[in-house]
């Protein structure tokens, strides 16, 4: 459990740096085309590949800060009981005697390197009394036993379906080493309370990849078997038609360059969860730091928030809000316009031979594109009403020539034969906006219970802006507040916020419970954990002096929730045992 004084200042990361740790471990024994040359050993190359730092640590802060998250789970649900039957339970293994449960305790992972990698598993345990832990250790299926005289070796026997096997374990410097091996154990280890006290220090429960530990040739090696992949991944497929495989090939090299960075400058990847009773909240966060002043790091921390258009409209006492206002870099604006150049081609063509008027489609990406080169996404959508509803989503983008957008989206829609009720053209205007209305008459059960029964979408473009709604009759009347506050505030020379989080959402849970159909026992619960307010789920992606970092925090409706889930499960089993 952290303090509110260890609560430091939270900031971001990006969406797929995930797939780095899983593409470390991609083994060549089940290629995904043909194998390329640079798939030969990591030995017969000459590379190094005994790892001197593990790659994965997985750390637990302790089992005092763990056992301070239970007791403020069932102190948050009024069920302080269940804490002292578990505490009780501990009793059975005599409290843990022999552990330090204020330190740091996990698993390190070292790899063996190469195609495929071995994972060599290290458990970690501070000892405060080396004999009497493993004195503690025995009670159950478990046996162990000293193996020679002062070098503090140990051997602790499990059992397995076909006998049991032996792990090895040793003392050093007030830490017991577990392994499968005693060859793993003769290896220098870091000193664990200092090796995680970065995570200690931040999470209750951490996951860090450390990607320095990697061998520089290593990741060279690996990096020409991905480029190779990726290569003969992308080619054209028989009968693929062009445009489709232009967006999957841009996919493709768009994700092979974010692997090339984060393998060749990322530094770690950081998983993390910390729960605060000071705070009231939770805590989840993923992080990527790069090497400081590397390409990739000003890939990631140029990320950073920028001015929104959109300020005066945004309203975070809603049921959901969302926002994101970034500065796209040139690589990005590029892809963009190779991509804009794809679909254009491809929807012109589809138009002309199903023979409709294409015209306007040179418009839409005359538009689209001046919007990229730009440099600035910037959006947001709010979430407006009150239970039991019905609600009304409005939101808007920013654009540069809005009104030749507005032109071009005007020609396409009257060049439709025939074109359905539903649509209306031209259905409604504010600030000299033009608004068209689609309608939703046969909407399924989901959308009426939070729209409304017949609910509608609004889609209109200004000169700087695209302005849309969808819900019943109060979608327009909340799309005019919206612009209207930020025509006010553009009028009155208001400067726009600057965003620290380039994309934040908002959402608050109990809003949402009366759209889950009939009441039963998991509705009941819910509503029960966020009676008392503290319902806010909040995400945030901010860049951080190196990378960026992803953080969701959970208000203590959360916690409450989870711990009226274990509860219930709690009770069931009381009840069943004779």
């Not at 990591?42 to 637990?60: C, I, R, S, W, Y």
């Amino acid at each position: 459990m952290r303090s509110a004084s260890r609560v430091g200042r939270f900031r971001r990361p990006q969406f797929v740096a995930g797939l780095c740790a899983a593409a470390l471990f991609l083994p060549a024994a089940a290629p995904l085309g043909s194998r390329p040359a640079a798939a030969a050993s990591a030995q017969d190359l000459g590379l190094e590949t005994t790892m001197k730092m593990p790659l994965v640590v997985f750390n637990v802060a302790g089992v005092e800060r763990l056992l301070g998250d239970v007791k403020y789970m069932f102190t948050a649900i009024e069920r302080p009981e269940i804490f002292e039957t578990l505490e009780g339970l501990l009793g059975n293994v005599g409290n843990l005697r022999g552990l330090d449960r204020t330190k740091p305790f996990g698993v390190m992972l070292y790899v063996e390197l190469g195609f495929p990698p071995r994972p060599e598993p290290v458990a970690y345990l501070p000892a405060s009394d080396i004999d009497q832990l493993m004195r503690t250790m025995n009670v159950g299926p478990l046996t162990t036993r000293k193996i020679g005289t002062g070098e503090g070796r140990y051997e602790i026997e499990i059992p397995e379906r076909d006998g049991r096997q032996a792990l090895q374990a040793r003392l050093i410097n007030g830490y017991v080493f577990i392994a499968r091996t005693a060859e793993v154990l003769d290896r220098d280890f870091p000193d664990p309370a200092t090796f995680t006290s970065a995570l200690t220090s931040r999470y209750d429960l951490a996951v860090r990849a450390d990607l320095d530990s990697v061998p520089k040739g290593m990741k060279t090696l690996f990096l020409d078997y991905l480029r190779a992949e990726t290569e003969a991944q992308l080619q054209q497929r028989d009968g693929e038609p062009d445009a489709q495989y232009q967006m999957r090939r841009l996919g493709g090299m768009n994700n092979l360059e974010l692997l090339e960075g984060l393998l060749t400058d990322g530094k770690d990847l950081t998983f993390g969860i910390d729960a605060s009773a000071e705070n009231q909240r939770v805590a989840v966060e993923f992080a990527i730091n790069a090497a400081p002043d590397s390409k990739f790091a000003k890939q990631l921390t140029d990320l950073g928030g920028r001015r929104s258009y959109f300020t005066a409209a945004l309203d975070e006492q809603v049921p959901l809000a969302a926002s994101a206002s970034w500065a796209s870099q040139k690589r990005e604006q590029e892809r963009n316009a190779a991509a804009l150049d794809t679909i254009e081609k491809a929807l012109a063509q589809r138009l002309q031979d199903e023979n409709i008027d294409a015209t306007g489609v040179a418009d839409v990406f005359t538009a689209l594109r001046a919007t990229n080169e730009g440099g600035h996404f910037d959006a947001f959508v709010r979430m407006a009403g009150s239970p039991p509803g019905p609600f009304v989503l409005v939101g808007g983008l920013r654009v540069q020539q809005g009104r030749t957008l507005a032109r071009g989206v005007t020609s396409l829609l009257n060049a439709i034969p025939d074109k359905p009720p539903a649509l209306e053209m031209n259905a409604d205007s504010h600030n000299g906006v033009t608004f068209h209305r689609l309608v939703f008459a046969d909407a399924p059960p989901p959308i009426r219970r939070v729209f409304g029964e017949q609910p509608a979408f609004y889609a209109g473009a200004a000169s700087d802006a695209v302005w849309f709604a969808l819900g019943g009759t109060d979608a327009m009347p909340s799309l005019r507040e919206a612009m209207n506050r930020v025509a006010e505030a553009t009028a009155a020379g208001v400067r726009a916020r600057e965003t620290a989080a380039p994309f934040r959402l908002i959402v608050r849970t109990s809003n949402w419970l009366g759209f889950g159909g009939e009441q039963d026992t998991d509705r009941q619960m819910a509503e029960q954990a966020f009676a008392k307010g503290q319902d806010t789920l909040t995400v945030e992606v901010r860049p951080t002096d190196s990378g960026v970092r992803t953080q969701i925090v959970l208000e203590e409706g959360f916690i409450r929730w989870l711990g009226l889930q274990v509860a219930r499960n709690f009770d069931r089993r009381s009840q069943e045992r004779p």
